[in-house]
């Protein structure tokens, strides 16, 4: 009997250690990443803003929150971690980041534009990979050591603009978020989004993002939308009668079902006929309003 109750004792301690260490797993890899990040479900996310970078189309300063602002997100699926990711590069930053990832054993998705005619020229590359979280952590820190990528970042101003936004959230039919003068979207499909037969959360990037900056009276805007094949010319169509240029079109994963695309798009004009030209290329997808 007592050998009974000793064993239920190191199997109740035993479960409650895992429990723990499952529960607090991702204070470790905020440690070893160097940044604390923000949780929704399985998810752990940390944003990495390119305050180091004064970035310029024209003569206008491309803010953080606009387009400058890498990420990595973990994802836990049962005994194993998922992460994916997206890196705002420099040119001469790309190849020591390319030769990282492979050394390590992660996967490289997509290396692409987002804007056009920007100085510097930046590129974005997406990476993933799947494993134990520590390990994970470590690996794509060193990813982040190839990169002037600021670890440690003052917190994003969440003031509120003299700007009113009201009546360009209601075009869009969503609430945004406010991040010093850059208003954000982030609108998910109808539709679930898997990878390898497993459902990718909203908040590991498979949203469509609208991202607007005012600039005196008006303002810029740039983001993408995420569609399908079918979907793909009627919003080139939509976005180009509004004078909003599309500025990329490629893809950010290599086997989610169903297939996707990520349009990318650049808007010079005020904040609502940007975002009436927004919403009419939301209008011809199959989005979560």
Known sequence: MKTAIVLICIIIVAISSKTYAQGNSWNEVEKIIGKNGNVQGN????????????????????????????????????????????????????????????????????????ILNETPQIIYMHVGGSGEPLELAKKIKSVLNQTKIPIQTAKPVTNKPDYDWTNVQNVIGVKGQINGNVLQFSIPRSEPITEN?????????????????????????????????????????ALNENNITVTALHSHMLKESPRLFFLHFWGSDTPMNIAKGLKEGLNKTKSKL
Do not use: C
């Not at 705002?88 to 930053?93: A, C, F, I, N």
């Not at 050394?103 to 692409?112: P, Q, V, Y």
């Not at 993002?209 to 805007?221: D, G, M, P």
């Open 43 to 114: 998810v752990l996310k940390i944003t990495f803003p390119r305050t180091d970078l004064n970035v310029k189309v024209k003569d206008v300063k491309i803010e953080p929150a606009l387009a400058l602002t890498p990420w990595l997100a973990f994802y836990k699926m049962g005994d194993e971690t998922m992460i994916m990711g997206d890196l705002v590069l420099l040119l001469d930053e790309v190849p020591n980041v390319i030769k990282t990832v492979v050394e390590n054993g992660l996967e490289i998705t997509a290396i692409h534009n987002h």
């Open 197 to 237: 037969g497993m459902e990718i959360p909203t908040y590991m990037g498979v949203t469509t993002t609208f991202n607007i900056q005012l600039v005196k009276e008006k303002s810029i805007a740039t983001g993408d939308f995420i569609v399908m094949a079918d979907e793909v010319n009627s919003v080139i169509k």
